[in-house]
């Protein structure tokens, strides 16, 4: 099993920044990817951007240039900036242990004047 818990989350103006962090625990060798997710109301959950084990890095077109996901150790970091209002969701942690994925409980980003 592998555990997970955000934090950083919070209210920001348009153009602000914020850091989000995953800190993994359990199985923490056996992880293959680590991500973030976010899932804005009335719409689907999607993918803003993974890790590999590796260290190769795919972002969602709409983050490109603006979030960068990094990870040292078993701590996943999503650092944002530039936000808009269209990034506000509940954001997600995930991590992949093959062929299991496990999620984080969210943490809410809401980008508002």
């Known amino acids: 099993q592998v555990q997970l818990v955000e934090s950083g989350g919070g209210l920001v103006q348009p153009g602000g920044s914020l850091r989000l962090s995953c800190t993994a625990s359990?199985?923490?060798?056996?992880?293959?990817?680590m991500a973030w997710y976010r899932q804005a109301p009335g719409k689907q959950r999607e993918l803003v951007a993974n890790?590999?084990?590796?260290?190769s890095r795919n972002y969602a077109d709409s983050v490109k240039g603006r979030f960068t996901i990094s990870r040292d150790k078993n701590t996943v970091y999503l650092q944002m900036y530039s936000l808009k209002p269209e990034d506000t969701a509940l954001y997600y942690c995930?991590?992949?242990?093959?062929?299991?994925?496990?999620w984080g409980q969210g943490t809410q980003v809401t980008v508002s004047s």
């Open positions: 995930n991590a992949v242990r093959t062929p299991f994925y496990y």
């Open positions: 359990g199985l923490i060798s056996s992880i293959t990817s």
């Open positions: 890790i590999a084990s590796g260290g």
